[in-house]
């Protein structure tokens, strides 16, 4: 035995030196390596991970099953990628507050540089010095143009249009196109100072059409982002994703180029002049080292994020709203009974009306606690060694919020199946403190920049509606309150409506 291992023994001084040293600095790299307390969670295939348990299904279902499980700290596996869960309100609590700039950071993956131009939009963009200055110029642009009655003209606006349109359908129809095309002159009127008069113009195609086909194309994910040759020969599905966000990147660019000719300081005509402008006194006043790495892509991806993002949550938030009217005629009959006491025919809606409408408010609270239309939210990375709920959370580790779960926790909400308003009421019928379980925007350094345009937004829509119409199913059709969808946007499938006329 000896001489056999003598044989095979390497007869070069270097190839000996080589060898010894291999072995030694193995059994010192496992002997001094950082060891990790690291959670519990399932166990996955080699390569993918859990990717395949995942795929095709309602995903943040199944991580609220899998917490049930392995607790409200918990590990998968997307590819080599380690990915935390957390789905309890004190773990959540404490990553998104307490220990907010461990957890500030977004995973950096093959598909999020590539379309969004190496991370330089918000939404997905790093943590650091450039990104706050990039957030902090979106957030007084957004302050700038949305301050007094801008936000009340443009929901009043877009609500005649859409609401004339409606009328115009004989029997059951789909309303999902409308809702698209509310919140679509929603964003483009706030953006651009453009809106669309029906569902055949250029820029409802244009923007909605393509964002129809992102959602439909992005699905749950993409295996660019678990095996890493196909970023040298992508799938035809993320060329395809890639080929749109180009498209509507190009129309953005040339929005803020038209804006930039004809830009007056003393006459702000959307968010695009109000972003200049914001623009150009952060030049004036911020560093301008720093100043100069927020390019003309970083507008264009400012942009785009709001487009995007606002489009989405608000048609499909409004879209579960109309469900659950059509599901419970009984709550339907009581937010009708507050909105005629407040809004009158004419749709003329004011964001200081939102006081008035408690009920409709709890409503439309309800329905986003259980219908949250991103019910992982926006994945988080760790920026550094950090720990949560007693578990270690190395550097770079993927975080998944799962807001579905924290809406649904037994612990902290009655009856949690229930749909029922009344929860988020106090005892006069006001609208109470905000339960800290409910979190659809989610909270902290990232925090969703639009929330304070959605929310107010997704409250008139739907109070101006209901105010014209009262809402059913088309005979003869069942429609369930579960979702139809799978990866990670939540939705209620296509369903008909019958809408009857009020006024």
Not at 247 to 265: L, N, P, Q
Not at 304 to 321: I, K, M, P, V
Request: proline share 6%.
């Amino acid at each position: 035995m000896f001489e056999c291992l003598t044989q095979l023994w390497p007869q070069s001084v270097v190839t000996q030196a080589l060898v010894v040293g291999g072995v030694v600095g193995l059994i010192a790299y496992n002997l001094f390596k950082k060891r990790y307390n690291l959670p519990p969670g399932p166990k996955g295939w080699p390569i993918l991970g859990n990717f395949l348990e995942l795929r095709g299904g309602l995903l943040f279902r199944k991580l609220r099953d899998w917490s049930k499980i392995y607790g409200p700290v918990m590990r998968i596996q997307l590819g080599t990628l380690p990915v935390i869960v957390l789905s309890r309100i004190d773990v959540v609590t404490e990553a998104l507050i307490t220990r907010q700039a461990d957890f500030a950071g977004r995973p950096d993956t093959f598909v999020v540089r590539t379309l969004t131009e190496g991370g330089k939009d918000i939404v997905q963009a790093s943590y650091g010095p450039r990104w706050k200055l990039h957030r902090k110029i979106a957030s007084k642009a957004l302050r700038h143009y949305l301050m007094g009655e801008n936000l009340s003209l443009k929901v009043s606006q877009s609500l005649n249009i859409t609401t004339k349109l409606m009328r115009k359908e004989q029997g059951a129809f789909d309303p999902f196109p409308y809702l698209s095309l509310a919140i679509s002159n929603m964003m483009t009127g706030t953006l651009f100072n453009k809106i669309s008069k029906d569902l055949d113009s250029e820029y409802y195609k244009l923007y909605v059409d393509a964002l129809d086909n992102f959602t439909k194309d992005f699905g749950d994910g993409f295996l660019e982002d678990i095996i890493p040759l196909l970023h040298l020969c992508p799938t035809p599905r993320f060329r395809r994703v890639a080929r749109l966000v180009s498209k509507v990147s190009h129309a953005i660019g040339e929005e803020i180029a038209a804006h930039r000719s004809t830009f007056r300081k003393d006459e702000i005509r959307d968010f695009t002049d109000a972003l200049i402008q914001a623009q150009q006194e952060a030049e004036e006043g911020d560093d301008p080292v720093l100043m100069s790495q927020i390019t003309n892509t970083h507008m264009v991806m400012t942009i785009f994020d709001l487009l995007s993002a606002g489009t989405d949550t608000t048609r499909n938030t409004l879209h579960w709203c109309l469900l659950a009217m059509a599901l419970h005629p009984d709550i339907q009959k009581k937010v009708q009974e507050e909105v005629d006491s407040v809004i009158g025919p004419d749709l003329n809606v004011h964001v200081s009306d939102r006081e008035k409408l408690q009920y409709t408010d709890a409503v439309v609270h309800e329905v986003m606690r259980m219908r949250t239309v991103v019910p992982t939210g926006v994945p988080h990375s760790t920026l550094c060694d950090t720990t949560v709920g007693g578990y270690d959370v190395p550097k770079g580790t993927m975080v998944f919020i799962n807001h579905d779960a924290l809406h649904f926790d037994p612990d902290q909400w009655e009856d949690v199946n229930t749909f029922k308003p009344e929860r988020f009421l106090d005892s006069d019928g006001k609208m109470g403190p905000k339960p800290d379980s409910w979190l659809p925007f989610s909270a902290g350094r990232r925090v969703c920049l639009g929330e304070t345009v959605a929310k107010p937004e997704i409250h008139l829509f739907f109070a101006g509606i209901l105010r014209l119409f009262s809402i059913s199913l088309a005979p003869g059709t069942h429609h369930d309150f579960e979702p139809r969808t799978k990866g990670m946007i939540n939705n209620p499938g296509r369903y008909k409506v019958v809408l009857e006329s009020r006024v």
